[in-house]
């Protein structure tokens, strides 16, 4: 199992959707801290946490894996998140 933590901000709208078995389902873009390379985040939870509040522009800190996925004729990464910690500047 690959865990990998990142930080960076949110550089994107996050996109919110259901999933046919009733998961919350976010998907946002995160630059990281050194502004080299941005990466697209996906969350799924059955509920999300009440404090968690993020927005475009927020500081934060993602607990997940990675995951090869094809998009088009390439293959990109993807995190798969499993935690989200919303930082102070």
Do not use: C, H, W
């Not at 919110?16 to 946002?28: M, N, R, T, V």
């Amino acid at each position: 199992m690959n865990r990998l933590f990142l930080s960076g901000t949110i550089n994107s709208d996050i996109e919110i959707y259901s999933s046919p078995k009733g998961e919350k389902i976010l998907i946002f873009s995160l630059l990281n801290e050194d502004n080299k390379f941005s990466i697209e985040v996906v969350y799924k939870k059955k509920a999300f946490d009440e404090n968690l509040d993020v927005k475009k522009t927020d500081n934060i800190i993602v607990e997940g894996a990675l995951k090869k996925i094809k998009k088009g004729s390439q293959y990109t990464f993807r995190l798969e998140a499993i935690k989200i910690f919303k930082t102070e500047v």
